[in-house]
């Protein structure tokens, strides 16, 4: 029996290359299956969405509509930690984004993301430094993985030596976002409601040290600063340092690991990255316009019923918007699947847009730009071990389990 096209997007089979699949879908903009979501795959539909007040990231407005494999209850009812601010909706979204951003990003905390440069260079010093066998090297396990967790821990606050504890609900967590259409909906994502209660408690034992022991930390910054809005509850505290030591670490690591894979596939790119390392933002740009690490935007709800090409979404349905499909829109993009670092009209939606774009953008271009052009530097030679690399079963989240690559050497 032929799949249907959801089940084809979510079969880690073709989770090495889903573009020929997003291909297929595009050709109808409103996908919708029986008792399915809404499936949203091409540019200029996706980002009128993303923009649109009517469209709600709030579980609660969501009516089941049996089958949606991704259909889940609200938050509170799954775990104790309340939903973090990528799942609630003006004014309360604003509010905690205001919040947190304030010990974040201008114009407040201007220097943040900035003042990080010594140390992502020192980081990814480090890294490449300890990489031993140069003939046999794991990038994620050795590189992707370690960099964006060791940023995240050192911005929020959070010791690197526990990584073994939360490293494991994080993983839990990412993976309660991966849809198994086949599973019981009951079923799905079981781990997560205890791993969220388990990362809570954790962070709330450092909130508490943070609050007695301050440092110059975000954590110890929300939980103490007041500002204009006033101190997040603690709860809310809770809630949002989860989502950005999840949001800061599980999609960065897919990021560089793309990376790095898509250059030793364009082999001329990485020879130009190697000469010039102010070529690194444009590549990073391309790369979250190429292969995106959050592939879709599987939790959405119209307030309203409403009209998108032609179909009219039904309010309380599921919808799901595919950025990466949008990201190889012909409509939007010339020749959309060649991996182009001197386009210059790329208003990619690898970072999300409208109210909820990514908060941790500028964290996380200047990660990768910072690792991308140190690995193209110092490896001699570098050549992809394996090609495709096996691929992580998560469908939103996309990006190799491993890398393996090896080299010649590594340069000082
Ligand atoms: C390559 C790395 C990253 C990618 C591709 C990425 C992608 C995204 C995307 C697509 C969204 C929008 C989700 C939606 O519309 O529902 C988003 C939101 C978000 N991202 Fe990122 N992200 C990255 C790194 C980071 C980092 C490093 C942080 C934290 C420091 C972060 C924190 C967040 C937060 C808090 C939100 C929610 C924003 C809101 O709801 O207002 N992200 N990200």
């Not at 009517?54 to 089941?64: E, F, P």
């Not at 309660?176 to 086949?182: A, G, I, K, T, Y």
């Not at 309380?316 to 001197?342: H, I, K, Q, T």
Request: glycine share 8%.
């Amino acid at each position: 029996m032929t799949q249907s096209l959801l089940h084809q997007i979510l079969d880690p089979a073709n989770r090495a290359d889903p573009y020929p699949i997003y291909a297929e879908l595009r050709k109808t903009p409103v996908h919708h299956e029986e008792d399915g979501p809404f499936v949203v795959s091409t540019y200029y539909e996706i980002r009128s969405l993303l923009h649109d007040p009517r469209i709600s990231s709030d579980a609660h407005n969501l009516v089941s509509t049996g089958h949606d494999p991704l259909a889940e209850p609200a938050q509170e009812e799954q775990s104790e930690l309340p939903p973090s601010f990528l799942r609630l909706d003006p004014p309360e979204h604003d509010r905690l984004r205001r919040m947190t951003n304030r010990h974040f990003g201008p114009p407040h905390s201007p220097h943040r993301v900035d003042g990080m440069r010594g140390e992502l260079q020192g980081i990814v010093t480090g890294l490449i430094d300890g990489i031993g066998d140069p003939g046999r090297i794991d990038l994620v396990d050795q590189f992707s993985y370690p960099f964006p967790v060791t940023v995240i821990c050192r911005l929020l606050g959070v010791p690197r030596e526990d990584e073994a504890r939360f490293h494991g609900w994080a993983d839990a967590i990412a993976a309660s976002l991966d849809p198994d259409p086949d599973a019981d909906p009951a079923e799905r994502g079981k781990g997560a409601p205890d791993a969220r209660m388990q990362l809570g408690m954790y962070l709330a034992g450092l909130i508490e040290e943070r609050r007695k022991n301050p440092g110059d930390d975000m954590l110890s910054e929300l939980a103490s600063a007041k500002g204009p809005d006033g101190t997040l509850t603690t709860m809310e505290l809770l809630s949002t340092a989860a989502l950005l030591l999840i949001a800061g670490h599980e999609t960065t690591v897919n990021l560089v690991t793309n990376g790095m894979l898509t250059l030793l596939r364009n082999p001329d790119v990485l020879q130009r990255l190697r000469a010039d390392p102010r070529l690194a933002v444009p590549i990073v740009e391309e790369l979250l316009r190429f292969e995106p690490p959050v592939q879709l935007v599987p939790q959405r709800t119209p307030l309203a019923d409403i009209e998108v090409h032609g179909v009219t979404i039904p309010k309380g349905s599921s919808l799901w918007l595919v950025l990466a499909s949008g990201n190889r829109d012909p409509r939007r993009f010339e020749n959309p699947d060649r991996f182009d670092p001197d386009r210059r009209d790329i208003q990619h939606l690898g970072l999300g847009s409208g109210i909820h774009s990514c908060f941790g953008a500028p964290l996380a271009r200047l990660e990768a730009q910072f690792a991308l052009s140190e690995l193209a530097r110092r490896l001699e030679n570098p050549r992809l071990l394996e090609d495709p690399p096996p691929y992580r079963q998560n469908a939103v989240l996309r990006g190799p389990r491993h890398l393996s690559i090896a080299c010649d050497g590594i340069r000082p």
